[in-house]
């Protein structure tokens, strides 16, 4: 079984900044993609950002310039930089990955979502 167990939200004002961390624990032989989403009241989780195992990265065009994603692959960690927030980034944000649970068979896991909440 994998874990992966999100740090870091919190309440802050608009152009603030905050740092979301994530990582994963288990039986890990590796992790491919990892990710971030968010998911606002009443809104559809959506995708804020992913990160290939190779450091490819991929953005929502509305965080693009503000938010940068990275990953400690010997700590099994992504992280989530936050930049420049603004009361629209107001959602509880979760991270997944990809992970290869043995040599033949990949399986996408979730944490349990950490909120986030920026005031005008």
């Known amino acids: 079984q994998v874990q992966l167990v999100e740090s870091g939200g919190g309440l802050v004002q608009a152009g603030g900044s905050l740092r979301l961390s994530c990582a994963a624990s288990g039986i890990i032989f590796s992790i491919n993609a990892m990710g971030w989403y968010r998911q606002a009241p009443g809104k559809q989780r959506e995708l804020v950002a992913t990160i290939t195992g190779g450091g490819r990265t991929n953005y929502a065009d509305s965080v693009k310039g503000r938010f940068a994603i990275s990953r400690d692959n010997a700590k099994n960690t992504v992280y989530l930089q936050m930049n420049s927030l603004k009361p629209e980034d107001t959602a509880v944000y979760y991270c997944?990955?990809?992970?290869?649970?043995?040599?033949?068979?990949?399986?996408?896991?979730w944490g349990q979502g950490t909120q986030v909440t920026v005031s005008s």
């Open positions: 997944n990955a990809e992970v290869q649970v043995s040599l033949t068979r990949t399986q996408v896991y």
